[in-house]
């Protein structure tokens, strides 16, 4: 059974800081996805990662995939209020088409 | 991208009724899934279909069913409510490029 865990769940951070969320799975998977949701809303793609060593950027986000190490991180440059969310990580199992989603990472940005 | 649409924002229903929630995509996709979010509990796959009238059970799939008639419309079947069924109810489609999930706007259902 393919697990995925995030650390940390909560996150509060002030305006200007750097911070990194963690994302593990247990089953050899090469393809991971960040989504954001917002309180209430529904879950926006942010980055597909599709191969060992992908990195993607988007505007403060910055996002990695170690297929080896199984481990996925998000960092965040330079944290903004408009930043606040709940940040998932999701992998798909090797089979495909079914998506094991994290807890999620509730994230604060504080003016 | 892929729009997803959902038949109902908010939707309250009584113990035993049946309930229908629809979704549709604005594309030629083949798969599309039904997922409930819960707190603590994050995302479940509830049941998915990967072509007209195929479909396939999720990880949570009891005191639920689906149909999937036309390629850009799957419905999510709740025979007879029941109070742990209240939750948010999302419904998303793949794009088979990518395998990237694109969600609807979520159907937050309570049962009463």
């Known amino acids: 059974e393919l697990k995925v865990e995030q650390n940390p769940l909560f996150l509060s951070m002030q305006e200007g800081k750097n911070y990194t969320i963690y994302c593990n799975y247990s089953t050899t998977s090469d393809r991971l996805y960040w989504y954001r949701q917002d309180p209430g809303k529904s879950l926006e793609s942010l980055f597909v990662l599709l191969s060992n060593g992908a990195v993607k950027q988007e505007g403060r986000l910055m996002a990695s995939l170690d297929t080896k190490a199984r481990l996925s991180t998000l960092h965040i440059t330079a944290a903004v209020h408009d930043l606040s969310a709940t940040y998932f990580c999701?992998?798909?199992?090797?089979?495909?088409?079914?998506?094991?989603f994290g807890e999620g990472t509730q994230l604060t940005v504080n003016p | 991208d892929v729009k997803v649409t959902q038949s109902s924002r908010y939707l309250v229903k009584r113990t035993g009724e049946k309930v229908f929630l629809e979704c549709v995509q604005d594309m030629d996709h083949e798969n599309m899934f039904w997922y409930r979010q819960d707190p603590g509990l994050g995302l479940r796959l509830i049941y998915f279909?990967?072509?007209?009238?195929?479909?396939e059970k999720g990880d949570i799939p009891e005191g639920y069913s689906v149909s999937r008639e036309k390629k850009e419309r799957f419905s999510l079947i709740l025979e007879s409510a029941s109070t742990n069924q209240t939750s948010m109810y999302l419904c998303a489609v793949e794009r088979e490029q990518t395998y990237e999930q694109y969600f609807g706007p979520g159907t937050r259902l309570t049962v009463t």
């Open positions: 279909s990967y072509d007209v009238k195929m479909k």
């Open positions: 999701a992998v798909d199992i090797p089979s495909g088409s079914r998506l094991t």
